[in-house]
């Protein structure tokens, strides 16, 4: 069975880091892209940070650069989410998702994704 499994979410104060986890099964993070996505209550889901695991690129939102790093392993066929400085305003649900050649879509695009994950809630308090 194919599923998208995040993990790492937890509460930190405000100028802490995580690391967010996204496991794939029924298929390995090669050949893809691989991206991060967000949501806050009552809002869209927004596109956090990409990665096209063929080493062709990663894309992040402005509001992350310089923060936030996305990784891959594939030995461990993970992708990682590395947030640091957090703020208040990063709060929401945290997701994964990932889709195969040809890549429809731009990376920002949530419905341009094949495989998408439960979520995983990070929470930063002052």
């Known amino acids: 069975q194919v599923a998208l499994v995040e993990s790492g979410g937890d509460s930190v104060q405000a100028g802490g880091s995580l690391k967010l986890s996204c496991t794939p099964s029924g298929f390995t993070i090669t050949s893809k892209c691989m991206a991060w996505f967000r949501q806050f209550p009552g809002s869209q889901r927004e596109g956090v940070a990409a990665?096209?695991?063929?080493?062709?690129?990663?894309y992040y939102d402005d509001s992350v650069k310089g923060r936030f790093t996305i990784s891959q392993d594939n030995d461990k066929n993970t992708v990682y989410l590395q947030m640091n400085n957090l703020k208040p305003e990063d709060t929401g649900m945290y997701y994964c998702a990932a889709k195969p050649p040809p890549y429809p879509g731009r990376w920002f695009a949530w419905e341009s994704y094949r495989y998408r994950g439960q979520g995983t809630q990070v929470t930063v308090v002052t």
């Open positions: 990665v096209y695991t063929e080493g062709t690129g990663t």
